[in-house]
């Protein structure tokens, strides 16, 4: 298997509710001929966003009874210090919740963390050992 993950899909409430959020971030739609879900180009990979009835009936599995914690937390990292302060700032005013407030972190970088209407958790990061390319790729560390 090749190391790739191509795309995350997030169960969501309302789905139109939760497209003006990520659009408020200024993302942009992709697909939108596709009815019932919605996607989003994110560099190499792609956010996918389907109401939670659907994803879990298409997965075999039950609708979750909580919106609380999920066990996942999906991450954006970002170039400089200051822009950690500045995408959790634009997640609140685009509908998002702020979980935790930005911090210096005990591995040497700062970071938050907001969640988006549906409770998914994004954790807001600048990390100096984690250089951005120009197009948007992470690269860890040997």
Do not use: C
Not at 55 to 78: K, P, Q, T, W, Y
Not at 96 to 114: D, F, I
Request: no cysteine; hydrophobic share 45%; proline share 6%.
């Amino acid at each position: 298997m090749e190391r790739r993950l191509s795309l995350v899909t997030l169960g969501v409430a309302d789905l139109a509710r939760s497209i003006a959020f990520y659009e408020a971030l200024g993302w942009k739609r992709s697909v939108t001929a596709a009815e019932g879900v919605a996607f989003f180009q994110l560099g190499p990979i792609a956010l996918s966003l389907f109401p939670d009835p659907d994803l879990a009936e298409d997965a075999g599995l039950a609708v979750r009874a909580s919106a609380d914690f999920r066990g996942i937390s999906l991450a954006h990292n970002v170039r400089e210090r200051g822009e950690v302060d500045a995408v959790v700032a634009l997640m609140e005013r685009a509908g998002g919740t702020v979980l935790k407030r930005p911090e210096e972190k005990a591995w040497g970088g700062y970071g938050a963390y907001a969640a988006d209407p549906d409770g998914h958790a994004w954790e807001i990061a600048w990390n100096p050992g984690f250089p951005i390319a120009e197009d948007g790729a992470l690269t860890l560390p040997d």
